[in-house]
């Protein structure tokens, strides 16, 4: 079963700082990742969807990468805002081919003001 | 364009009740999944509808869990006789996913919050 951790649990940062989210998989086989964000009392809303055979994908100020060989993805966010303050989830779909995802347990993101 | 809807929004129940959630997937959306989340346990799937497929229900974790989908759009997800450790927040996506080993991006429903008693 895919393992999938978040470091850190929860992150403040002043605002207009420049920070990375780490997300770590045990199983190599994977078929791609998702960054999500989640904010209190909603669903979640998809950033960025990252194939197996890519390395990164890149929307406005959000960075996501994927290192299979060393079972790792960042989402980098640059010049972090107060809107961004959520919680951060990364998933993962294995290679069954199925579409279910294993998510980790998040990141609380707060950017102070 | 509507997203992902789920009904109720909150849902509070007494132990050994049974519970129906709804989800309405976005409009052409083939594929819809549930998932729970839980205090202190993450995000975990439940089980996936892809077009008049058999359903993966891998992740139900017991025989009280069922779910349907109705005319490949709307899913009603049963939990017969609550237990509390049932109380979550269920959550609902559905993705364009063509076919089963297609992958696409999944949209979230805001969830229903069960809370057994």
């Not at chain 2, 996913?97 to 089963?100: F, K």
């Given at each position: 079963k895919q393992e999938v951790t978040q470091i850190p649990a929860a992150l403040s940062v002043p605002e207009g700082e420049n920070l990375v989210l780490n997300c770590s998989f045990t199983?190599?086989?994977?078929?791609n990742l998702q960054w999500f964000r989640q904010d209190p009392g909603k669903g979640l809303t998809s950033l960025l969807l990252i194939q197996s055979s890519q390395r990164e994908q890149t929307s406005g100020r959000l960075n996501a990468s994927l290192d299979k060989s060393s079972g790792r993805s960042t989402l980098y966010i640059a010049a972090?805002?107060?809107?961004?303050?959520a919680t951060y989830l990364c998933a993962f779909a294995d290679?069954?081919?199925?579409n279910n995802l294993f998510f980790g347990t998040g990141t609380r993101l707060t950017v102070i003001p | 364009g509507a997203g992902v809807s789920q009904s109720p929004s909150n849902k509070v129940t007494e132990k050994g009740k049974d519970v129906e959630l709804r989800c309405d997937p976005i409009s052409g959306h083939t594929a819809l999944y549930w998932y729970r989340q839980s205090l202190g346990q993450g995000l975990e799937f439940l089980i996936y509808f892809q077009?008049?497929?058999?359903?993966?229900?891998?992740?139900?974790?017991?025989?009280r869990f069922s779910a349907e989908r109705t005319g490949g759009s709307v899913s009603t997800l049963t939990i017969q006789r609550?237990?509390?450790?049932?109380?979550a927040v269920y959550l609902c996506a559905s993705s364009l996913?063509?076919?089963?080993t297609s992958t696409d991006t999944q949209y979230f429903g805001p969830g229903t919050r069960l809370t057994v008693l």
């Open positions: 199983d190599s086989a994977i078929y972090s805002q107060p809107g961004d303050s290679q069954t081919g199925a | 077009g008049n497929s058999a359903p993966d229900k891998s992740g139900l974790p017991s025989d609550t237990q509390q450790e049932d109380s996913a063509l076919s089963s």
